[in-house]
Nanobody, 124 residues
Framework: QVQLVESGGGLVQAGGSLRLSCAAS????????MGWFRQAPGKDREFVAA????????LYRDSVKGRFTISRDNAENTVYLQMNSLKPEDTAVYYC?????????????????WGKGTLVTVSS
């Protein structure tokens, strides 16, 4: 069992930065691929970024490439999402997700574990 708790959301002006954190419980964190998703009001949940258990593979949705960076610290059981050059269209609730397989954490379906989310609001 893995429990995920996100933090770091808030209100930021366009062009600003935020760093989201996702703290995971359990001793087997390093076995899981991790992902970040987001859901804006009235829209479907969408993939943002994912990272393999070792950190050696990282995937991003096209609209955040070059602006967002996913990383993990297995010793601290934490995954991060550094978000730079934020845009109003990045406004959403951001969710952390964990699964044993990297491809699974690139879609919002079939994922083993989800956090409850943290709200990011980017003002224009």
């Amino acid at each position: 069992q893995v429990q995920l708790v996100e933090s770091g959301g808030g209100l930021v002006q366009a062009g600003g930065s935020l760093r989201l954190s996702c703290a995971a419980s359990g001793r087997t964190f390093s076995r899981y691929a991790m992902g970040w998703f987001r859901q804006a009001p009235g829209k479907d949940r969408e993939f943002v970024a994912a990272i393999s258990w070792s950190g050696g593979s990282r995937l991003y949705r096209d609209s955040v490439k070059g602006r967002f960076t996913i990383s993990r610290d297995n010793a601290e059981n934490t995954v991060y999402l550094q978000m730079n050059s934020l845009k109003p269209e990045d406004t959403a609730v951001y969710y952390c997700a964990a699964d044993e397989h990297l491809p699974v954490v690139t879609t919002p379906h079939g994922i083993l574990y989800w956090g409850k989310g943290t709200l990011v609001t980017v003002s224009s």
